[in-house]
């Protein structure tokens, strides 16, 4: 069973197209996770979510609209997609932020290719 | 967030030990040390982490120095599946959970 799990694994779209990517977990996780690998592999935190709430929102255009309709799944949407959003899009989970104090590790996805033409 | 700082690349022969280091002058009192690694075309993987004693798990073991300023993920047999980028990174207790990822480590891997 893979533990958190993205869908598509490839998305090849236009620019000013709306696009949204998929994101599960069955580790029973109240914290999930979206980062951004750019093309110079450069990772960087989107958004974290925790029980359903937002947590962290850095700095992301509001185009990047993250949903979480329950513990298990954190989707990310995106509006009116632009050249630099290509990129490849990790989600992650851990047991609980508020918790761990610091020793809480993360699980990610296999990572969604987003490329914007 | 305190910061880290690692070698760029690291080569190693299979079957050999690696020692990859890790520079966090600035580490606070309650950070603690974690590392994961980027296999090509995967996401990111934990692989361990440590406050001030020495870890071992299945993967790896961590060494911290003793002022903690400094630490050393050390893979006893490196195999050609251990080719990957290492990130360390400093998790503290009051963080938002976020890892907070630098250029890392990419760590090659001979036959």
């Keep these: 069973d893979t533990a958190v799990s993205q869908t598509p694994?490839?998305?090849v779209t236009q620019m000013g197209n709306d696009k949204s990517i998929?994101?599960?977990?069955?580790?029973?996780?109240?914290?999930m996770y979206w980062y951004?690998?750019?093309s110079k592999k450069f990772l960087k935190i989107m958004f974290s979510y925790n029980n359903k709430e937002l947590i962290i929102n850095e700095t992301v255009p509001n185009r990047f609209s993250p949903k979480s309709p329950d513990k298990a799944h954190l989707n990310l949407h995106i509006n009116s997609l632009e050249l630099g959003d290509s990129a490849v899009y990790f989600c992650a989970s851990s047991q609980d932020l508020w918790v761990s104090g610091g020793t809480d590790t993360q699980y990610f996805g296999?990572?969604?290719?987003l490329t914007v033409l | 967030d305190a910061k880290t700082t690692q070698p760029n690349s690291m080569e190693s022969n299979e079957e050999e030990p690696v020692h990859l280091p890790c520079n966090h002058s600035t580490i606070s009192g309650t950070d603690y040390i974690h590392w994961y690694r980027q296999l090509p075309s995967q996401g990111p993987e934990y692989v361990i982490h440590g406050l001030t004693?020495?870890?071992n798990n299945r993967m790896a073991s961590l060494a911290i120095a003793e002022d903690r300023k400094s630490s050393t993920l050390i893979l006893h047999r490196a195999t050609l599946r251990d080719a990957a980028v290492y990130y360390c990174i400093l998790r503290g207790s009051s963080n938002t959970g976020k890892l907070i990822f630098g250029?890392?480590?990419t760590l090659q891997v001979k036959p």
């Design chain 2, 53 to 55: 004693s020495n870890v």
């Design chain 1, 110 to 113: 296999p990572g969604t290719r």
């Design chain 1, 36 to 38: 951004k690998q750019d």
């Design chain 1, 22 to 31: 998929k994101c599960e977990q069955n580790l029973g996780h109240d914290t």
């Design chain 2, 103 to 105: 250029q890392g480590t």
């Design chain 1, 9 to 11: 694994k490839y998305l």
